[in-house]
């Protein structure tokens, strides 16, 4: 589904098989099993083999099935993106896109596939063309940010409150909602400050990104306390859908809380944060 | 020829002489006879001196010859000198036919698996760990082991099932006249449990310590009541082994989901609640559990009466916390452990008689709530395997696993569904420790099983979203992604009894056949 | 699936000495060989060595040595890793 959740993208290194049978019990969202960066140039083959078993045959549960190929340009990308597809992937991640050209190269390849791609932007010139990567294709279901090689990309040093990072993740939040997709942030690297990946979780879901990337199973119950909504959205998200369905019932076009009008997105926000509520089991299931 | 027990296990009639009684039921064997006690002592003269020279002069003084029995305890760990100091004195000065009963044994008594080569050990009782088990099941002992929970040696050594002529007990602090204690000096271990009943009833009693002391040592656990003499070497442990500098919690995502559904389930049924009482181990899920819980209880304000452990610094930090109002202590595995002991009135030692002992009128065991216990394998009548692995070999002891499990009023097994390929539920147990009766729950990343006799407890949690299903079910779920293992096999000859805390048989180890 | 495998000499490796994975080694041969070092042998040897034979059989291959050095891997690795080593064979 387009926009199921995605609260947390969960990398797996594609040549390890060791962590792969655990798939359903991590409850990431979305797992990458990922053939780029994780795996070293004489493995990409192995990897690439290891990865077509274990999507046929690793129990995902209620997870997303999801790989990370090599860019196009490179000897891996063109078997990589066919291997994953003809293995019901049901989304694939992109990186180092810097352009819309990027991602119609790929659509070449899929035909009338049900497949969802996500762009991975990590440099100055994927960020700047960001509006017209979202806009791409309508596969493109989350737009992701990739903050180490983007600081690489543009030569400043990684700090951590990120100020250097601010413009690039609001721009990526931006392309996306225009394009009515999710944004996804970049990956916390140090796996035992849960502290720091908490601020910095916080941080991404108040700039308006719907998850985050995560490099370890434990930071993915932390990540999705984050996301929960609270309870005074909860409760005004129920009083939202109540006057909803009362103009319904009235057969009127506008949905008002009070004196206030309620327009279309704020209802359709406040579905999601139900629909979430009722996931994560702060609420129970009505209608 | 053998006798069918109660589970269907098939054990031999009489070992090293003596009639075996086969396992009947965890609570069915009422004991008719009396405690058997020591000769009494001729009475020692005023000042008389205990302080010997060495080890050697110990063993002769104490009239050890070949077919002795000595026991040992394992405070120590895997830092002990002193089982294997005794042990090289013994065959210097070629004695034989030895036999041993330590509470427990570790990988750094592997030169015993030469004396036992040798004819200079003819088996051990109590426990074995590592190389010693693997000589065990490759039948390299003259006589057939035995092996006992920690409250089954004390039962044993009471009714004097074992006889021993000579205990040998390390202490990192002692005075000259034997008043001993392992909670201060530099090679401290903690509680000094294990040793008690071994100190009452063997025929002559020898400290053997690194840090003597001032008369009187104090605080003491073994009393110079019991001691006969005092030995001082100049080390009695590896520090570092002995005790760790920390214990962490579990990293592997796999055992902290176990310990989060076991958790998760305690809170569902209603366990945990104000007052409560839980026993806790050093094992890695265990450790995760025990956090769990302490969450819950700091969250909720409430207050556990009673933990029994297995103390580590994490169950300290509760206690310290004020999240637990007393810590019964039986081992303790760290330094942050050790100082609580020394330092906290709130951190009491207890003898593993007071624990474990099923003849113990107030066997702790019996009042605690919840126990979080492991395994190598578990059946489809939740009997469990701690002693063999899959292969066969007797690679652990039983510790307190059937004590605690006889015990506790939730037990639960918490264990990766497979280790190694290896699938941890069988259709049959390759060796019976602790009999189905006493275990509850059993809780796999794959899934949660409650023992059929648990009615109520099926009955409280009916409307759990955990995956509680069937132990067959989680058994199916498993094979779906190992396969199905052969099983080993074995030659016919018994090379070890494993004997149940009441002192019958629940099953027999053979011989591998490799 | 090709049917023309025709192994090279120097064979083909793939795999790590890791836990739960395994090194899968396949030469060309005048018969077929299989030799299995496994943590897991005396369990599952035969599952093993069946999981070979199919893949040969999958990929064309009649006659090779392969050797395979386990360390507790489930079938669908075995497969991949197998898979791996004859296409770097072939």
């Given at each position: 589904m387009k926009d199921r959740l995605r609260r947390t993208r969960l990398y797996i290194p594609g040549n390890n098989p060791s962590i792969m049978h655990n798939i359903a019990i991590f409850e990431a969202d979305t797992v990458i099993l990922d053939l780029e960066d994780a795996v070293a140039p004489p493995d990409k083959d192995a990897a690439r083999i290891l990865v077509k078993y274990a999507l046929k045959n690793v129990d995902f549960g209620k997870t997303e099935k999801g790989v990370r190929i090599n860019p196009l340009n490179t000897p891996y990308g063109k078997d990589d993106l066919e291997m994953a597809i003809e293995n019901e992937c049901e989304i694939i991640f992109l990186p180092k896109v810097e352009n819309a050209s990027d991602i119609t190269n790929i659509e070449g390849y899929l035909g009338k596939r049900e497949v969802w791609l996500a762009p991975i932007i990590e440099s100055a010139r994927g960020i700047l063309n960001a509006p017209e990567i979202a806009t791409a294709s309508e596969r493109i279901a989350l737009l992701c940010f990739g903050a180490e090689d983007f600081t690489k990309d543009i030569g400043a040093e990684r700090t951590r409150e990120g100020k250097e990072l601010f413009l690039a993740r609001q721009m990526i939040v931006l392309a996306a909602k225009s394009a009515g997709i999710q944004a996804s942030d970049t990956v916390f690297s140090d796996i035992n400050d849960l502290d720091g990946l908490i601020n910095e979780t916080k941080l991404a879901k108040s700039l308006g990104f719907d998850g985050k990337g995560v490099?370890?199973?434990?930071q993915i119950k932390p990540i999705h306390e984050v996301f929960a909504p609270t309870e005074e959205e909860i409760d005004y998200a129920k009083k939202v859908l109540d006057a909803f369905k009362e103009a319904e019932e009235k057969g009127s076009g506008v949905v008002a809380l009070g004196r206030k009008m309620i327009d279309k997105p704020v209802v359709e926000r406040a579905k999601r944060i139900i629909k979430l509520a009722e996931t994560m089991g702060l609420l129970k299931k009505e209608n | 020829m053998g006798i069918i027990n109660k589970l269907g296990r098939e054990i031999p009639e009489e070992a090293n002489g003596k009639k075996l009684i086969p396992f009947k039921g965890a609570f069915s064997r009422k004991p008719q006879e009396k405690t058997v006690g020591r000769k009494i002592p001729i009475p020692k003269k005023p000042h008389e001196k205990k302080l010997l020279k060495s080890i050697r002069e110990a063993i002769e003084k104490c009239g050890v010859k070949d077919g002795a029995h000595i026991s040992f305890h394992h405070h120590l760990r895997d830092g002990d000198y002193v089982v294997n100091m005794v042990m090289e004195e013994i065959k210097r000065m070629g004695i034989k036919d030895v036999v041993l009963f330590p509470s427990a044994l570790f990988p750094v008594h592997k030169p015993l698996v030469e004396m036992i080569e040798k004819g200079i050990i003819r088996r051990i009782e109590g426990s074995m760990n590592g190389p010693v088990g693997d000589a065990c099941s490759h039948g390299k002992f003259h006589d057939i082991c035995i092996l006992r929970s920690h409250g089954g040696r004390v039962r044993a050594i009471k009714a004097g099932d074992i006889h021993i002529d000579c205990a040998f007990i390390a202490a990192s602090a002692a005075d000259e006249f034997g008043n001993a204690t392992?909670?201060?000096?530099?090679s401290r271990f903690g509680p000094l449990g294990f040793s008690l009943v071994d100190s009452q009833y063997a025929d002559k009693v020898v400290i053997i310590t690194d840090n003597l002391v001032p008369y009187p040592c104090h605080p003491f656990t073994i009393e110079s009541t019991n001691v006969d003499y005092v030995v001082k070497v100049d080390s009695i442990g590896d520090p570092n082994k002995i005790v760790s500098g920390t214990t962490r919690i579990t990293r592997s995502p796999t055992r902290l989901k176990i310990a989060e559904y076991a958790v998760r389930f305690l809170d569902e049924a209603g366990i945990i609640s104000d007052g409560f009482s839980f026993q806790t181990g050093a094992g890695g899920i265990s450790l995760a559990a025990t956090k769990f819980i302490g969450d819950i209880m700091r969250e909720r304000g409430i207050k556990a009466s009673f933990v029994l452990g297995g103390v580590t610094k994490l169950i300290v930090d509760l206690l310290n916390e004020g999240l637990i109002n007393i810590l019964l202590d039986g081992q303790l595995f760290d330094e942050a452990a050790c100082d609580s002991l020394l330092n906290d009135s709130n951190h009491i030692e207890v003898s593993v008689e007071l624990s474990y002992d099923i003849h113990s009128k107030g066997c702790i065991a019996n009042m605690i709530d919840v126990a979080f216990l492991g395994a190598t394998e578990v059946d489809f009548d939740f009997n469990v395997n701690v002693n063999t692995h899959s292969d066969g070999l007797l690679l652990h002891g039983i510790g307190g696993h059937q004590d605690a499990a006889a015990g506790a009023g939730i037990t639960m097994i918490t264990v990766p569904s497979f280790r190694n390929r290896l699938p941890i539920l069988k259709e049959k147990v390759t060796t019976v420790t602790t009999p189905g009766e006493t275990i509850d729950v059993v809780v796999t990343e794959m899934g949660i099983a409650i023992n059929p006799g648990r009615k109520d407890l099926i009955k409280k949690m009916k409307n759990s979203t955990l995956p509680i299903m069937s132990i067959k079910d989680i058994y199916k779920k498993i094979i779906d992604i190992t396969g199905k293992p052969a099983e080993p096999a074995f030659k016919d000859?018994?090379?070890a009894l494993i004997e149940y805390r009441d002192g019958t048989i629940i099953d027999a180890v053979r011989e591998v056949s490799e | 699936m090709s049917v023309n495998n025709l192994l090279s000499p120097q064979g083909g490796v793939c795999g790590r000495d890791e836990k739960s994975d395994c090194i899968a080694e396949i030469y060309a041969f005048d018969h077929l060989e299989i030799k299995i070092h496994s943590k897991v042998e005396k369990f599952f040897k035969e599952q093993i060595e069946n999981t070979i034979k199919t893949v040969l059989k999958e990929n064309g291959i009649k006659t090779a040595k392969v050797i395979l050095k386990d360390n507790g891997a489930l079938d669908w690795v075995i497969r991949a890793r197998l898979e791996c080593a004859i296409r770097r064979a072939t």
């Open positions: 490099i370890h199973p434990s | 392992g909670v201060f000096g530099k000859r018994v090379i | -």
